[in-house]
């Protein structure tokens, strides 16, 4: 078996831990400013090592993490999630923030959010009685 590395690029470990769909998401991400290494902006190809503190910013959502594990292989969600240690205090914002937002999306009406096909078309001539 392979030892694990003892640094890795930032973009490919965002990536490993499912932060980012893929390392071209998790290096704009970066290059825009979104995720701070250490509290620093940083570049994508900078390696991160156990330790390394990090705060990630996605839509209204931050994570405040340490690394814990160094993987260059993504890995399934549930492993991923041990790849990193998340403050007491980010989680329970990002949780707060969270149901905010459902909260918000409850109380909102639902708008049809794609083109009608043939059965909806028809059944709305039914209702209006113009077919």
């Not at 839509?59 to 041990?82: C, K, M, N, Y």
């Amino acid at each position: 078996m392979a030892s694990a590395p003892d640094r890795v690029r930032l973009d490919k470990w965002l990536w490993a831990a499912r932060f980012f769909r893929t390392r071209q998401l998790a290096a704009e991400a970066i290059n825009g400013g979104k995720v701070h290494l250490n509290g620093l902006r940083t570049k994508p190809g900078k390696e991160v090592k156990v330790g390394s503190r990090l705060r990630i910013h996605k839509g209204p959502l931050e994570w405040d993490i340490e690394i814990l594990v160094l993987s260059s292989q993504r890995r399934p969600a549930i492993e991923a999630r041990t790849f990193y240690a998340e403050s007491e205090t980010s989680l329970l914002r990002r949780q707060q923030l969270t149901e905010e937002i459902r909260a918000q999306k409850a109380l909102e009406p639902h708008p049809i959010r794609r083109k009608l096909n043939k059965k909806d078309r028809r059944m709305i001539h039914r209702f209006t009685g113009k077919g």
